[in-house]
């Protein structure tokens, strides 16, 4: 069956780093494109990133560009987000989501990781 | 950037009940719209896809309608599992993908 394993969270100071991971098994992971979503604590889902099945191509929400990168690995089926200048309004549960279908770019999310909290303090 | 609205932000409603969930998008989406549903301390469930496909697996008690600037999502008869936070979400315009603020079914 589909799974989404997301690993990488932790305590952060702020403007320090961090590096996610979403380990990826029971699809073909390199026929779907893959999106960040994050939720801070008790509130609603922000998108974060997303990067094109061949990894050729990213998007960015406005908060986090210059400051995030995605990027995937299709050889070992995971998917990656470094996180650079962490800051407090950073800290969320991410999660990697897969698209619906293998189209180029199909942005309804079918399956969801269990989701990783990341927490920027001092 | 699209904003999408949802309301009312809390529904308070008995099992058996029908629940009408709104949400209304700053511009068209044209039928890019989609639903999900999720429960404390899980992951989002997609529930429907392009305003009225229901998701693989979701129980036909769901269902989704409208375009453009105006989508509904119905719960015909409530079911215990079924209260939780709902979000609509848009990839017409994107990015970025945006969600609506979430509406909350709870047990009245």
């Known amino acids: 069956q589909v799974q989404l394993v997301e690993s990488g969270g932790g305590v952060v100071q702020p403007g320090r780093s961090l590096r996610l991971s979403c380990a990826a098994s029971g699809f073909t992971f390199s026929h779907y494109s893959i999106h960040w979503v994050r939720q801070a604590p008790g509130k609603g889902l922000n998108w974060v990133a997303g990067i094109s099945y061949d990894g050729s191509n990213e998007h960015y929400a406005d908060s986090v560009r210059g400051r995030f990168t995605i990027s995937r690995d299709n050889s070992k089926n995971t998917l990656y987000l470094q996180m650079n200048s962490l800051r407090a309004e950073d800290t969320a549960v991410y999660y990697c989501a897969r698209e619906l279908y293998t189209s180029d770019w199909y942005p309804s999310f079918y399956y969801w990781g269990q989701g990783t909290l990341v927490t920027v303090s001092s | 950037e699209i904003v999408l609205t949802q309301s009312p932000a809390t529904l308070s409603l008995s099992p058996g009940e029908r629940a009408t969930l709104s949400c209304r998008a700053s511009?068209?989406?044209?039928?890019?719209l989609a639903w999900y549903q999720q429960k404390p301390g899980q992951a989002p469930r997609l529930l429907i896809y392009d305003a009225s496909n229901r998701a693989t697996g979701i129980p036909a008690r769901f269902s989704g309608s409208g375009s453009g600037t105006d989508f509904t999502l119905t719960i015909s008869s409530l079911e215990p599992e079924d209260f939780a936070v709902y979000y609509c979400?848009?990839?017409?315009?994107?990015?970025?993908?945006?969600f609506g603020g979430g509406t909350k079914v709870e047990i009245k």
């Open positions: 979400q848009q990839r017409s315009n994107w990015p970025p993908v945006t």
């Open positions: 511009q068209s989406v044209d039928s890019y």
